[in-house]
């Protein structure tokens, strides 16, 4: 793939999402694309299908001044790097639920990483299901918040090493999974059992949730 690199292309993501743009690097994990205004650093995973553009679709491509990567070009790209490399700025991600969630990376584990959302405050995000991520072009702000809205420090928790235990450490805790995508993935954990979350509802009914199709988790 990495030949392709300077060319145009369209890509699909999970989804059924679309973007277009120029292929700027190619790792063993991620994609970088430039769409004319950001870089979008899209994990392999989930690129369902890709075409290269034709020359009327690349003359509609809007250029604007070309932002800094948040990366060493000189290094082999992969997702965990680029997603230490993005820890503190302004960035937006997209999991799940038809919206993308803005804010900033604190700190990567094995298999997620915690994120920090002046909408949702401290989330725990599964890196499986991250679908892209756009850093934020200087000086912009979330929300147009300034940086005293933006805590450094915005959590006294501490992290376990895999999203399965950092779920299990909210045990009896009221949270929504998935960004509240439906009324059943919001109430309080009652157990975890092969593989399987239990999850007290509002009413008291008792749900059982999937672990490897938990991909977002906040505390209410």
């Known amino acids: 793939m990495k030949e392709n690199i300077g060319k145009y292309i369209k890509l699909e993501i999970s989804g059924k999402k679309f973007f277009s743009g120029l292929l700027v690097d190619v790792g063993s994990d991620l994609w970088v694309v430039f769409n004319g205004f950001d870089y979008l650093y899209i994990p392999t995973i989930h690129i369902q299908n890709w075409q290269f553009l034709k020359q009327d679709e690349i003359d509609e491509i809007t250029f604007s001044n070309e932002p800094t990567p948040i990366y060493n070009h000189n290094e082999e790209i992969s997702l965990r790097k680029t997603l230490t490399s993005a820890k503190g700025i302004f960035t937006e991600i997209y999991v799940t639920s038809k919206q993308a969630l803005h804010g900033y990376i604190i700190s990567i584990m094995n298999n997620y990483f915690v994120f920090y959302s002046p909408i949702y ?37 501490t992290f376990a090493r895999s999203f399965e235990v950092q779920i299990e450490k909210l045990m009896g805790e009221l949270i929504v999974f998935n960004i509240g995508e439906n009324e059943n993935v919001m109430g309080k954990i009652q157990a975890i059992k092969n593989n399987f979350v239990e999850l007290i509802t509002a009413k008291e009914e008792p749900v059982y949730l999937n672990l490897q199709h938990i991909k977002t988790v906040h505390m209410t």
């Not at 599964?126 to 979330?142: A, D, E, G, V």
């Not at 147009?144 to 915005?154: H, I």
Request: glycine letters at 2%; a positive charge; zero cysteines.
């Open 121 to 157: 405050k401290t989330m725990f995000i599964s890196l499986s299901h991250l679908k892209w991520l756009i850093p934020y072009t200087n000086n912009q702000r979330p929300y147009g918040l300034n940086n005293s809205s933006l805590p450094v420090n915005p959590s006294n928790i």
